[in-house]
């Protein structure tokens, strides 16, 4: 006798018609948290935060997405996207 503990009637149906199906049972695979692929130091932060402040003030525009994207990627090479970009300027 065979006691299964914590696990449904469901899953066990399932597992039991894949092994009569097939010669292998397939297990489900571990999810991995996936790691930040852009981490900017204080630094970075900080010049991210003083291009917006010089947009802003000294050249009274609006910093939209894409003209800081390609001003960033050019005075501190931000290697990141839009996306990325707006991510980081709502934790900021």
């Known amino acids: 006798m065979i006691v299964l503990k914590r ?10 018609k894949e092994g009569e ?5 397939s297990t489900p695979r571990k999810k991995r948290v996936q790691e ?10 900080c010049a991210v935060r003083n291009k917006i402040h ?7 525009e609006v910093p939209t997405l894409g003209k800081l994207l ?3 990627k050019t005075d501190i ?3 990141g996207g839009r996306t990325t970009l707006w991510k980081i300027i709502r934790q900021i």
Do not use: G, H, P
């Open 36 to 45: 930040k692929k852009i981490i900017l130091d204080d630094f970075d932060l």
């Open 70 to 72: 390609a001003e960033l």
């Open 21 to 25: 199906s097939s010669q292998k049972i």
């Open 54 to 60: 010089e947009m802003y003030t000294v050249r009274k």
């Open 7 to 16: 696990i449904s009637e469901k899953t066990v149906s399932t597992i039991t």
């Open 77 to 79: 090479n931000f290697r």
